[in-house]
């Protein structure tokens, strides 16, 4: 893409990026991320550096994606460890985990700030998170972590055509948030229920089903697929895997973004099956 084919929202944002001079950006696997990094390459190039802070809440897929994406664009990636089930804070998963979970973040994104000699943090974060309850965005901009998307009024569909014209992979991919986000607030986080929550998830999108959640409780789920007809039609399937995930009672509804806390009794179920302790 030559430059002359930017729109000027995205001249606009290289400009201000390119005068940072030198950068990181936060690229977790998604859309969002993977658009900022794309353009924040376009204006400081090898000044610029990718981060991945991988956990136990950051899927296999996402992992591989954030990959992907810092392949196709061409920037240096670094990808870290983390343990966040040692962070009491995460663990407990009150309404507030979400800010545990970016302190450990930003964390190691400042070490690595201050060793690369980066200006700034970036982050992917867009106008359309500004109308939900996210208290991560606290922990960024505790850590003055820069959202570019934000200051130019940058939304949600308006980032998935940069990203389409950046010919990024995952231009599509829905909103999907780490494996934690499954989990209801107010039950501790374990490695087992992410792990179950994960090979769930990953089991339904090779079924094809794209926008999708396997919220998590215990011996019991509820998956919230948005193709609803072709899950009734594979809801036998489904239930017998999950239960071989060691699920023991199965509901399938229709995902409907920003339900999970809701009462159980305004959700769609299409079937639920209790089997035998």
């Known amino acids: 893409m030559s ?41 400081i190039g090898k000044n610029l550096t990718a981060v991945t802070i991988t956990s136990e809440a950051l899927s296999k897929q996402d992992l591989n994606d954030a990959k992907l994406v810092a392949k196709k664009i061409g920037c240096r990636h670094i990808v870290v460890e983390v343990e966040k089930l040692s962070d009491d804070g995460f663990k407990e998963n009150s309404p507030l985990r979400c800010y545990f979970c970016r302190k450990i973040d930003t964390k190691e994104m400042l070490k690595l700030k201050e060793k690369i000699g980066a200006e700034v943090i970036i982050d992917g974060a867009h106008i359309d998170d500004l109308g939900d309850f996210r208290p991560g965005m606290k922990a960024m901009s505790e850590a003055k972590v820069w959202s570019p998307f934000i200051e130019f009024g940058v939304s949600k569909n308006q980032i998935r055509e940069i990203a389409k014209e950046f010919s990024i992979p995952i231009f599509d991919k829905p909103a999907g948030g780490c494996t934690s986000s499954r989990i209801p607030h107010g039950t501790p986080i374990t490695r087992e229920a992410l792990a179950r929550v994960e090979k769930s998830e990953d089991f339904l999108k090779g079924l094809g089903f794209k926008a999708l959640r396997v919220r998590d409780y215990g011996e019991s789920c509820r998956v919230q697929i948005d193709n609803f007809k072709q899950a009734q039609l594979m809801q036998k399937k489904i239930i017998s895997t999950l239960e071989n995930f060691g699920y023991k009672q199965i509901s399938i509804e229709k995902y409907i973004p920003g339900t999970f806390n809701r009462s159980a009794e305004n959700s769609i179920p299409i079937t639920e099956v209790i089997t035998k302790s």
């Open 3 to 43: 430059k002359n084919n930017f729109s000027g929202l995205e001249e606009k944002i290289i400009s201000s990026i390119k005068e940072k001079g030198s950068a990181i950006v936060a690229l977790s696997g998604g859309v969002d991320s993977a658009a900022i990094c794309a353009l924040a390459f376009r204006a």
